[in-house]
């Protein structure tokens, strides 16, 4: 996570850089290929990481299952290609055959990406339930079950809002107002990593191993009604 915030930083930098280069003497001066590896390298561990956090690699257990890496191997690669052909028509412009839908076609393969991603956090949230009702541990495992809710609604919340809401703002707004939707995208990732790191921040004295007899009976009857509403 400390190295997906690195690669965001520098990932920043160059494009302010590249932008300055290029308003300033018309070429961007090498800034731009650092840009597009910068970018490159932070949507795979972005990705990567989201994947991890919601397989629950280290926080439920020191390992993955093959399904788990199995999406891995899925998502990270069409990451890669979707990347590299981003950059490609990013570099070409509009001026080439059917680069609207080239366009398109590599937004659907970052949605289905996104789609995927959401399956192991799905798959968390499963075993969790189930694994409450066997191993008397309600307390803790309704603890973990609530923060992985939290964190579904953000990812979710945050692939929607950068892969269709800012999407549409770049296609609807003219081009003096298209800083509208880079300055929303950024905002989004900013306020998305924070949350992420908060969530998932490394403490000293761990909240969900301290509990009582008081706060273990509350947490039984709570997964109970929460199956109930299921």
């Known amino acids: 996570m400390a190295a997906l915030l690195l690669m965001k930083a520098l990932n920043l930098i160059c494009a302010a850089e590249d932008k300055h280069y290029v308003k300033v003497t018309g070429t961007p001066h090498g800034w731009d290929v650092l840009f597009y590896i910068f970018q490159f390298i932070r949507v795979v561990l972005l990705f990567t990481v989201i994947v991890l956090i919601g397989t629950g690699w280290s926080f439920l257990k020191p390992f993955l299952q093959e ?4 999406v891995l191997m899925v998502v990270v690669p069409l990451q890669v290609l979707a990347n590299i052909a981003s950059i490609v028509i990013g570099e070409t412009g509009p001026f080439i055959k059917d680069w609207v839908t080239w366009n398109q076609i590599f937004l659907l393969v970052d949605i289905v990406c996104c789609c995927a991603i959401l399956f192991p ?11 409450s009702k066997t191993d008397g ?3 803790r495992n309704l603890a973990k079950l609530t923060l992985f809710r939290q964190f579904y ?5 945050y692939l929607y809002f950068t892969r269709i ?19 929303a995208e950024e905002i989004a990732s900013l306020a998305f990593y924070m949350l992420m ?9 761990n909240e969900y191993f301290v509990i009582d007899e008081e706060e273990e009976e509350a947490a039984e009857l709570a997964l109970k009604e929460d199956d109930f509403e299921l």
């Open 121 to 131: 956090i799905v798959w968390s949230i499963r075993s969790l339930r189930e694994t």
């Open 67 to 70: 399904k788990e890496k199995n």
């Open 165 to 183: 809401v800012v999407f549409a703002l770049k296609t609807i707004a003219a081009y003096k107002y298209r800083w509208v939707s880079n300055a």
């Open 197 to 205: 790191f908060y969530m998932f921040r490394p403490v000293e004295k």
């Open 153 to 157: 609604i953000v990812v979710i919340g």
């Open 137 to 139: 541990k309600a307390a």
